[in-house]
């Protein structure tokens, strides 16, 4: 089990709140942009929020059957940590004053949510972004003249613009 999580100390409840605000932002662009899963986010109720904090908000993964897995959160903590563990920053005006903290996380439940949002009984087709492999080259009767020698020019050419590509210049049928 893998997670990523980051902590701030702000010197306003506004930065605080918009730096909770921003982390939810990157991780719905990871999930939408990178893995290409669907996400709800939004405020966590009272009951669902962290312990301790002001608000709590969330991105959950909406799987193929409607159902949501909860895949990231952001708290706006206010001061309540920095009061219990005495953080303190020197303000403006010369006077220590406690600091307003935000916690932010996701974990490799995203891996789950990718396989249960591009995989099936078959397998996993992972979006074009994440995938180790994005096109897969496989020549009809390479044993003709030039077929081969073409593919792997079309292989060079994808190599080029960045794609990642294999060759199947095996001698087994087409796609084996």
């Known amino acids: 089990f893998l997670w990523q999580e980051g902590h701030t100390v702000q010197a306003s409840a506004l ?11 990157i991780y719905k662009k990871v999930c939408r942009e990178l893995l290409a899963i669907p996400m709800l986010s939004g405020k966590k109720s009272d009951r669902e929020k962290f312990a301790g904090a002001n608000s709590t908000y969330g991105i959950e993964a909406v799987m193929k059957d409607g159902k949501c897995l909860q895949s990231g ?18 303000n403006k005006n010369g006077e220590w004053e406690y600091g307003y903290s ?8 995203l891996i ?3 396989i249960m949002t591009h995989g099936d009984e078959r397998g996993i ?52």
Do not use: Y
């Open 15 to 25: 930065d605080a709140k918009n730096d909770a605000f921003k982390m939810l932002e």
């Open 73 to 90: 959160t952001t708290h706006d903590l206010g001061q309540n940590f920095a009061k219990a563990a005495g953080i303190k920053f020197l």
């Open 102 to 109: 935000t916690s932010w996380g996701t974990s490799t439940r």
């Open 112 to 114: 789950g949510a990718l």
């Open 125 to 176: 087709k992972l979006p074009p972004r994440v995938a180790p492999i994005q096109v897969i080259i496989i020549p009809v009767a390479q044993h003709k003249d030039g077929v081969l020698e073409n593919a792997n020019k079309i292989k060079e050419r994808l190599l080029g613009a960045n794609i990642r590509v294999e060759l199947d210049d095996t001698d087994s049928s087409a796609g084996w």
